[in-house]
């Protein structure tokens, strides 16, 4: 008897998961339909019309930043506008149609996903009132989001990439035009052009069958052993429709794979000109058809290497010139290898073991940095507002500021400010990795799995260990916490007495120059990030209003903002 309840209860959970699945699936895609058009058309008409809009602009700060650098002599500079013309119609062409995609993509896809993830509520009607309601207002607001971060990375982290460019500490290495080269690089071009698509697209397609075969096993062998994924009940059906959209996410690493190998191919000229030689230009193009075959191999868990080969087109090591140093890899033991610089890009979804929701919720999420950033932001400008260091109107003035110069005590003194706060209090801890303000300590184990952070993370590891190394004194460490405050304004920076002073070892202040230095440009680069700025814009007006109806007033306006900041 026992035996048959045990067998019913079986198969009436199968049922159930049936039925929900089929639910989910059918209600997800009707409110697809149904939002897509509204959703759609939001993201498509703001980001063509924020494309349009600042086109003349982008042109104007291009052509400016050209004329203005001294990295190029004047004849690299002539050259270099003959192809401007098809690079902004290039600009133009790729970014509609992307928005066209992302739009599409974002306004049927939302809807239907959030129908699955309701079912991870534990009341049965929750879960049916998520089920209908989730992904449709929120996508609506969502896109509309996008929009916004689109327009700030068009109009405010473009202008800083340009500025930095006009302002690099390489400037001083004229670049000249050598015609000699010139038709090695049209050719070295041309042939990866030529090489490089069809043996990318050969090589994508041979290999996406098993990539589709092997995805569907992994998922199919984690939901008969309820592994990943598949542990919890309530992700089956998510998990579910993963099985089902698998293809389309081997379509897209086909199609992703085509369109680098343009612009992967292309970057042969580029390698002509700086090894000043025809034959690498050539090795280059060879060598990235067998890095490519090599990455895709790693990823699929094929055969170690490669088969095809792979010459040497680098004689010396290209110094970028970036603000921010790559970060490498993490390998076993704890090491560091560094990133390839001209590695080929696929997305190429892993296909090792899934990890299950109890196991990813060990990670710190890159929301919790997010938010955590931004408090901590917060936090500080509420100790500096109340100790009269920086003032409303320095608030206010960022707020209406247009240009990147304008109100950079706010922009990126507040924010170096706290990161400052937060690298001296990891360091006091003893902490391994980043303490955060909420006591979450992110290290090389717990952080995101991510290939942005990567490229910061590991640098603010770096800077983080100089402090350590140094042994600031007291004085020191506030003189420091001016520098990164006030920058170049040193009216203000003089005004603040916190009992700083100027090391008088000219090493020892040339150090901490240095690190004030590191850090601004790291905040620099994260300030580029389209999510950054809308953000932080919501630190500042809390920040206003706390100033303007003290604590007790503004501090339901903060728990606000942070709220926001949580559900964006």
Request: glycine share 8%.
């Amino acid at each position: 008897m026992m035996d048959m309840l045990s067998n019913l209860q079986g198969w009436l959970k199968i049922i159930y998961v049936g039925f929900a699945f089929c639910l989910a699936f059918f209600l997800g895609a009707l409110k697809g339909l149904l939002v897509c058009p509204v959703a759609g058309l939001i993201l498509i008409i703001g980001n063509v019309g924020v494309i349009i809009g600042l086109f003349p602009a982008h042109v104007a700060w291009t052509v400016y930043t050209l004329v203005k650098t001294n990295r190029l002599d004047i004849p690299l500079k002539v050259a270099i506008f003959f192809p401007l013309p098809a690079l902004f119609g290039l600009w133009l062409g790729l970014s509609i149609a992307g928005s066209v995609l992302v739009g599409v993509g974002y306004g049927f896809f939302t809807p239907w996903v959030s129908a699955f993830e309701a079912f991870r509520n534990d009341n049965e009607c929750k879960k049916l009132f998520h089920c209908v309601v989730d992904g449709t207002w929120g996508t609506i607001k969502g896109s509309c989001t996008m929009v916004r971060d689109f327009a700030d990375l068009c109009y405010h982290s473009y202008p800083i990439f340009l500025k930095e460019i006009r302002e690099s500490p390489h400037s001083n290495e004229l670049q000249p035009l050598r015609l000699f080269h010139v038709p090695g690089c049209i050719i070295a071009g041309l042939l990866g052009l030529v090489v490089d698509i069809p043996l990318y697209t050969v090589i994508a397609v041979i290999k996406s069958p098993y990539m589709l075969f092997k995805g569907w096993f992994r998922l199919l062998h984690d939901l008969i052993s309820r592994e990943g994924p598949f542990l919890e009940t309530a992700c089956i059906p998510i998990a579910g429709l993963t099985i089902l959209l698998w293809p389309i996410v081997v379509i897209g690493s086909i199609v992703i794979a085509i369109f680098s190998s343009i612009f992967i191919g292309l970057y042969g000229s580029v390698v002509v000109y700086q090894e000043r030689s025809f034959r690498r230009g050539v090795a280059y193009v060879i060598a990235m058809v067998a890095e490519f075959d090599e990455y895709t191999n790693d990823w699929l868990y094929l055969r170690e290497g490669t088969i095809l080969p792979k010459p040497r087109y680098r004689q010396k090591k290209v110094h970028s010139s970036s603000e921010l140093p790559v970060g490498g890899n993490q390998v076993a033991g704890g090491k560091f290898t560094s990133a390839s610089a001209d590695a080929p890009a696929m997305l190429m979804p892993s296909l090792a073991h899934s990890r299950s929701v109890r196991e990813a919720i060990q990670e710190v999420k890159m929301v919790q940095i997010w938010v955590n950033m931004m408090r901590s932001c917060e936090t500080r400008g509420r100790e500096l507002l109340d100790a009269d260091v920086i003032r409303p109107t320095d608030l206010k003035d960022w707020l209406k500021a247009k240009c990147v110069n304008e109100e950079a005590i706010v922009g990126f003194g507040l924010p170096c400010y706290s990161f400052l706060q937060t690298l001296l209090y990891s360091i006091k801890a003893g902490s391994g990795g980043l303490l955060l303000p909420d006591s979450v300590e992110i290290t090389h184990l717990n952080r995101p799995n991510n290939k942005l952070l990567d490229w910061f993370f590991n640098p603010i590891m770096v800077l983080k260990e100089q402090i350590s190394v140094l042994k600031l004194t007291e004085p020191e460490v506030r003189y420091l916490e001016k520098v990164v405050l006030f920058g170049s304004t040193t009216e203000r920076m003089e005004a603040w007495d916190n009992g700083g002073l100027l090391p008088e070892d000219a090493l020892r202040a040339a150090q901490i120059q240095g690190i004030s230095r590191r850090m601004i440009g790291l905040i620099r680069s994260v300030s580029k990030f389209p999510t950054y700025r809308r953000r932080f814009r919501q630190v500042v007006k809390a920040l206003v209003s706390y100033s303007e109806s003290g604590p007790e007033t503004s501090r339901s306006n903060s728990i606000r903002s942070v709220f926001s900041i949580e559900n964006v």
